[in-house]
């Protein structure tokens, strides 16, 4: 099992500066040492996730590269000039690549064709995750892990990541000196430098309470640009908004959809989550709140998508119904009598996927 005893020293210089400052603070020394005796017994147990967790200088790295010298110590990857999606092994399918993507929180195609020094600290974050994640045959040590994001990013990213790394059977140790992270992370176990405390892993992700409420056409500038079609919005669109923690989140947008066949058919318009809330599975439950809303009321309600992660959760939700596979539909150039939008912004260029609510209302 990891377990260890060692010393690690520090060869002090003798320069100026420092023998004015060993004789300002009385520190006659030649060397420092620091005497480690730590002990994380996860042999016994299946694990996926662990974290290493403490205050800044008291040796988490140094814990992990003495422990675990066989793991790979992520320290990052070469980035090109051209989009990040050419960086990832070549032997990856564009499909793998995207899935991977849109599993660690980030899905967003219109910043998928960007090179990786023009993301946001968040972004890289995830990015780099999805291709460690599934280009190391070896379980991986990532060190500062979320140090360089915002607080409420390195939540619902950890929780999006842990979900992604169980799913490939994939083991990585993160390394941070952020206690934050760990009830969101939901780590198979932990190791508390501070304490030299070793656990198997015990908290679990809060409950994420979601407010929905009707917004206003004026609000859709706050999603517009995350949108990874056509930033139009139609303005005889019903629109919904979700709410964390009083801040809007996500938004959900509803069109009346004239059919020859079929009545009282509503379509989402416009379904967006917010980059740093994605990956947790907040627009499924949002859609399926939405959807559940117009069914009470008598009415079929679909969905055209394109969108990866959509597809992905709409497949394996078992309250819709796949109307049509990924297909081209459409002639290109043509306008829209809905939104007055040429068939571009919808589907004759791309592959879309229909699917229509049936289920019951799925819980926040």
């Given at each position: 099992?990891p377990?260890?005893?060692?010393?690690?020293?520090?060869?002090v210089?003798k320069?100026?500066?420092?023998?004015?400052?060993?004789g300002?603070?009385?520190v006659?020394?030649?060397?420092i040492?620091?005497?480690?005796?730590v002990?994380?017994p996860?042999?016994?147990?299946?694990?996926?996730?662990g974290?290493?967790?403490?205050?800044?200088?008291?040796?988490?790295?140094?814990?992990?590269?003495?422990?675990?010298?066989?793991?790979l110590?992520?320290?990052?990857?070469e980035?090109?000039k051209?989009?990040?999606?050419?960086?990832f092994?070549e032997?990856l399918s564009?499909?793998k690549?995207i899935?991977s993507?849109s599993?660690v929180?980030?899905?967003?195609?219109?910043d998928w064709l960007?090179?990786?020094?023009?993301l946001s600290?968040?972004?890289?974050?995830r990015?780099?995750?999805a291709?460690?994640?599934?280009?190391s045959?070896k379980?991986?040590?990532y060190?500062?892990?979320?140090?360089l994001?915002?607080r409420q990013?390195?939540?619902i990213?950890?929780?999006a990541?842990s979900k992604f790394l169980?799913?490939?059977?994939?083991?990585m140790?993160?390394v941070t000196?952020?206690y934050?992270?760990e009830e969101?992370l939901e780590?198979?176990w932990v190791?508390?430098?501070?304490?030299q405390e070793?656990?198997?892993?015990?908290?679990r992700?809060?409950?994420i309470?979601v407010n929905?409420r009707k917004a206003?056409s004026i609000?859709?500038?706050e999603?517009?640009?995350?949108h990874?079609?056509d930033a139009?919005?139609n303005?005889a669109a019903h629109r919904y908004?979700a709410?964390?923690?009083?801040?809007?989140v996500?938004?959900?947008?509803i069109?009346?959809?004239?059919?020859?066949?079929?009545k009282?058919?509503?379509?989402v318009h416009?379904l967006v989550?917010?980059?740093?809330?994605?990956?947790?599975g907040?627009?499924?439950?949002f859609?399926d709140?939405?959807?559940?809303?117009y069914k009470q009321?008598?009415?079929r309600?679909?969905?055209?998508?394109?969108?990866p992660?959509?597809?992905?959760?709409?497949i394996?939700?078992?309250?819709w119904?796949?109307?049509r596979?990924?297909?081209r539909?459409?002639?290109a150039?043509?306008s829209s009598?809905?939104?007055?939008?040429?068939?571009?912004?919808?589907?004759?260029?791309?592959?879309?996927t229909?699917?229509?609510?049936?289920g019951?209302l799925?819980?926040?």
């Amino acid at each position: 099992m990891p377990s260890s005893k060692f010393v690690i020293t520090t060869k002090v210089p003798k320069t100026f500066r420092v023998e004015k400052v060993k004789g300002m603070f009385d520190v006659d020394k030649d060397e420092i040492i620091k005497e480690f005796d730590v002990n994380i017994p996860i042999e016994s147990k299946k694990w996926n996730v662990g974290l290493i967790v403490g205050a800044s200088g008291s040796g988490k790295t140094t814990i992990a590269k003495n422990l675990f010298k066989d793991y790979l110590l992520f320290s990052g990857f070469e980035w090109s000039k051209d989009s990040f999606l050419d960086d990832f092994q070549e032997d990856l399918s564009p499909t793998k690549i995207i899935e991977s993507l849109s599993k660690v929180g980030f899905s967003s195609p219109p910043d998928w064709l960007k090179p990786f020094n023009v993301l946001s600290n968040g972004q890289k974050m995830r990015v780099e995750l999805a291709r460690i994640i599934l280009e190391s045959e070896k379980p991986f040590i990532y060190d500062e892990f979320t140090s360089l994001v915002d607080r409420q990013v390195a939540k619902i990213g950890s929780f999006a990541i842990s979900k992604f790394l169980k799913k490939e059977n994939k083991q990585m140790i993160a390394v941070t000196c952020h206690y934050d992270v760990e009830e969101w992370l939901e780590p198979d176990w932990v190791y508390n430098v501070d304490l030299q405390e070793f656990y198997w892993g015990l908290l679990r992700r809060p409950t994420i309470k979601v407010n929905i409420r009707k917004a206003s056409s004026i609000e859709w500038k706050e999603y517009k640009q995350f949108h990874y079609l056509d930033a139009n919005h139609n303005n005889a669109a019903h629109r919904y908004v979700a709410e964390i923690n009083g801040q809007s989140v996500a938004w959900c947008s509803i069109l009346h959809f004239p059919h020859p066949f079929i009545k009282n058919m509503k379509k989402v318009h416009r379904l967006v989550v917010k980059p740093d809330y994605q990956g947790i599975g907040l627009g499924a439950k949002f859609l399926d709140c939405i959807a559940d809303l117009y069914k009470q009321q008598n009415n079929r309600f679909s969905i055209v998508t394109s969108q990866p992660a959509i597809v992905f959760s709409l497949i394996k939700n078992k309250r819709w119904f796949m109307v049509r596979k990924p297909s081209r539909v459409g002639k290109a150039g043509k306008s829209s009598s809905i939104t007055g939008m040429t068939s571009k912004a919808f589907s004759s260029a791309r592959l879309t996927t229909s699917f229509e609510y049936t289920g019951q209302l799925s819980e926040l």
